[in-house]
């Protein structure tokens, strides 16, 4: 099993719509986890991270489950300009920070 | 504030040669991580310094690839000689000391050298 591992997708919605990617990680003992995105041809840049409790930033939502050992990040009321790849990261107490290959999405109108 | 700064953005090279590239992290990130990013998949990561010490570089191939943290600020990473397969974009990274226990700290990118060999 990979130690993070992502649907790449892609997920193709409309505009308006609300989308949800998980991203499961095998190392129980991780600390940190984030959320990526990559625009096309780009370095990736921090979305958000992730917290225990959850967390919300305008219409994306973030949500840690250690129990099953995975993350989800929610996106409401979809925007073209959220076409992008959204990696995740997972980071092991040994502070080796592990990325997903990345979930793709495309917006059309 | 400035960014990572990297350059180049582009290099072509033939295989079996060599090929250098040079990262300068954001000022005052003592943390400072080479990834390999293959088209279609995520970064992964080749090497991690803390200051100009090593503190993982067990995914670098090191028969070909070789990366230096002197002086704990600039960087450079070389492959030599160069494979087809290492056609890729060299991302470097840096960020403040994360300490056990302490507050998460966020990963800053560079735009990264696309890096084709033919």
């Known amino acids: 099993r990979k130690e993070v591992e992502q649907d790449p997708g892609p997920f193709n919605v409309p505009e308006g719509a609300t989308v949800a990617f998980n991203c499961t990680y095998s190392?129980?003992?991780?600390?940190?986890f984030f959320w990526y995105r990559q625009d096309c041809r780009k370095e990736p840049k921090l979305l958000m991270s992730?917290?225990?409790s959850g967390n919300e930033d305008g219409r994306f939502t973030a949500q840690l489950n250690r129990a099953s050992q995975y993350i989800s990040l929610l996106i409401r009321d979809s925007k073209l300009s959220d076409s992008a790849t959204y990696l995740c990261v997972v980071r092991p107490i040994s502070y080796i920070p592990t990325f997903g290959r990345g979930t793709s999405l495309i917006v059309h109108p | 504030e400035a960014g990572v700064a990297q350059s180049p953005r582009y290099k072509i090279i033939e295989k079996r040669q060599s090929v250098a590239f040079w990262c300068n992290p954001i000022s005052g990130h003592a943390t400072l991580y080479w990834y390999q990013q293959i088209l279609g998949q995520g970064p992964k990561l080749l090497i991690q310094?803390?200051?100009?010490?090593?503190?993982?570089d067990s995914q670098l191939p090191k028969d070909r690839f070789s990366a230096e943290r002197l002086k704990g600020v600039d960087s450079t990473l070389k492959i030599q000689p160069a494979k087809l397969e290492d056609s890729a974009v060299y991302l470097c990274a840096s960020s403040l000391v994360w300490e056990i226990g302490g507050m998460n700290t966020e990963a800053f990118f560079g735009q990264g050298t696309r890096l084709t060999v033919v």
């Open positions: 310094f803390q200051n100009n010490g090593v503190v993982d």
């Open positions: 992730v917290y225990s």
């Open positions: 190392n129980s003992a991780s600390q940190s």
